[in-house]
Structure formats: structure tokens, C-alpha cells
């Protein structure tokens, strides 16, 4: 199984809102991403957990913060954002460094509106 | 800091052409390089894998190959069909530091 899947699929939230998205993989990966992606843009890199542990964070401004429970489930949770904050929202997983293949899966995407 | 530029940016082809689509990146001390397909407003399909020790992988109709020293990678697609089309991503990096291409919009007709 190489499913990664994302919920929800499309969100609407006003600026003052505060919600979620989730992410889940049972590919045994221990490394999880979140990527940014604008219309007609290539996906940009957010956050890497690499077990469990928040590795790198590509100066992402706080109103988004992720979260890790557990290695099969990624969370990105969103308050105060802004309209620009509107975009394509994708997970990916992958082994964690020091393994051979470190092929990144994505998954489907949220579509995040912010009114 | 990493570019990838990936050439043509766009493309038109009749179905059953055998096509190239390049990519180029400028720094080549790269883990590994990723090609992936993405239809319109879904999630990224992986293609291929190529770690920095390879030079090439094949899939099916679909091969890539790897020159590190001038920087470049080609994914060629043999016999093209129409559910090729897509946007097709190439994506290098350190581990878990992905920098991908502007990518190349492929249409095949009918």
C-alpha cells in the first residue's frame, strides 16, 4: 500500500477561524512533510518531521503549526490565517534519512480557501 | 541555494511520439533526483527514483537517466498516449529537502 491520504479535501475558513488538517500513511515511513503549493506553482517545502520530531521548518510563519502524534499522522494546524495563505496544502511521506530509498508518496492535497 | 529548471515548459505531441522532457539543476551534490506527475488540482504520482549512485530507472514506457557532473536529468516516455497528459515534476535535494522544477505541462492528442 502507497497511500498517503489527507483530509479534508477542500476548506473554507474565514481569518478568525482555527481548523485542521490531517494527514495519515501506514507505509511504515517515519519521515512526514508539509508542502505549500500556489496555483501553476511547483509544491513548496513547509515542515519535515523525521521520527516524530520536527527536523526542519522553512520559515513558516506561525500561524501554521504542525504536529506529529504519532508515525502514521501528521497534523497542520491553522488559526489566524490570511487570504495569500490560500493554496493547495500537500502531505508526503518517505523513509527517514540513513535508510536507501527515500522516495517521497504523496497524497491527494487539501484545497484551502481562506475568505 | 538549489534551481531547478525544467525545459520545454509546455508541450504538444500526437499520440504514439516518444518525448523527452529535461530538467537541470545547478548544484550537483544532490541525495537523490524524483520525477512525478500531477493532474490537474490532485496530489503528486511518483514516477521514478534515481539516487545519487544511479544514472538510470525505467518504468514501464517511462525511463530517466541521471548526469550529475553537468547537471542534468531527462525522463523520455516511449509511445505516448493520451492519459499522459499531465504536469510532469522533477525534484532534487538532500534527504527530506526537495526543490522541484517549475515543470512541464504535456498534452497528448488523440
Known amino acids: 500500500d502507497t497511500e498517503v491520504t489527507q483530509t479534508p479535501k477542500h476548506l473554507v475558513m474565514g481569518m478568525t477561524n482555527k481548523k485542521s488538517l490531517k494527514c495519515e500513511q501506514h507505509?511504515?515511513?517515519?519521515?512526514m512533510y508539509w508542502y505549500k503549493q500556489k496555483a501553476k506553482k511547483p509544491p513548496e517545502l513547509m515542515f519535515v518531521?523525521?521520527?516524530?520530531?520536527?527536523?526542519i521548518n522553512e520559515s513558516v510563519p506561525s500561524r501554521f503549526s504542525p504536529e506529529c502524534p504519532n508515525s502514521s499522522l501528521l497534523n497542520l494546524h491553522l488559526h489566524a490565517l490570511q487570504p495569500e495563505d490560500s493554496a493547495l496544502y500537500l502531505c508526503?511521506?518517505?523513509?527517514?534519512?540513513?535508510?536507501?530509498?527515500?522516495?517521497?508518496?504523496f497524497g491527494p492535497g487539501t484545497r484551502l480557501t481562506v475568505l | 541555494k538549489q534551481e531547478v529548471t525544467q525545459i520545454p515548459a509546455a508541450l504538444s505531441v500526437p499520440e504514439g511520439e516518444n518525448l523527452v522532457l529535461n530538467c537541470s539543476f545547478t548544484?550537483?551534490?544532490?541525495?537523490?533526483l524524483q520525477w512525478f506527475r500531477q493532474d490537474p488540482g490532485k496530489g503528486l504520482t511518483s514516477l521514478l527514483l534515481?539516487?545519487?549512485?544511479?544514472r538510470e530507472q525505467t518504468s514501464g514506457r517511462l525511463n530517466a537517466s541521471l548526469d550529475k557532473s553537468s547537471g542534468r536529468s531527462t525522463l523520455y516516455i516511449a509511445a505516448s498516449q493520451p492519459g499522459d497528459s499531465a504536469t510532469y515534476l522533477c525534484?532534487?535535494?538532500?534527504?527530506?529537502?526537495?526543490?522541484f522544477g517549475g515543470g512541464t505541462r504535456l498534452m497528448v492528442k488523440p
Open positions: 508526503a511521506s518517505s523513509q527517514p534519512p540513513g535508510r536507501n530509498n527515500n522516495e517521497q508518496f
Open positions: 507505509m511504515g515511513h517515519r519521515a
Open positions: 518531521y523525521s521520527y516524530e520530531k520536527l527536523s
Open positions: 548544484d550537483s551534490a544532490i541525495y537523490n
Open positions: 534515481i539516487q545519487s549512485s544511479q
Open positions: 525534484a532534487v535535494g538532500p534527504w527530506g529537502m526537495l526543490t
